[in-house]
């Protein structure tokens, strides 16, 4: 069954930079789009950033600049790169996985705990 398991969440400073790793066990790994999205307390889960299967980037407006989203297709990792930290960036973070041609992202991992102090 697809399973995605997220890591590399903590504590960190303001400014400082933390890098969220996703290790996807879907058997064509390379075919399908990753994202990462967020839920803060007591606000929905918003989309993050997405990454293609050609490597195509997008990002949310609150992080451009600042998060990079990367794969590496031979290991079936996605990454999150977070670079001067906010305290507004603390929420579960979540990897989810859309198949090409799916209309949706349908597998998730279970998150992983940012949070960033002032």
């Known amino acids: 069954q697809v399973q995605l398991l997220e890591s590399g969440g903590g504590l960190a400073q303001a400014e400082a930079s933390l890098r969220l790793s996703c290790t996807a066990s879907?058997?064509?790994?390379?075919?399908?789009?990753m994202g990462w999205f967020r839920q803060a307390p007591g606000k929905e889960r918003e989309l993050v950033a997405t990454i293609s299967s050609s490597r195509i980037t997008s990002y949310a407006d609150p992080v451009k600049g600042r998060f990079t989203i990367s794969r590496d297709n031979a290991k079936n990792m996605v990454y999150l790169q977070m670079n001067s930290l906010k305290p507004e960036d603390t929420a579960v973070y979540y990897c989810a996985a859309r198949m090409y041609g799916s209309r949706s992202y349908e597998y998730w991992g279970q998150g992983t705990q940012v949070t960033v102090s002032s």
């Open positions: 879907i058997r064509t790994f390379s075919m399908h789009a």
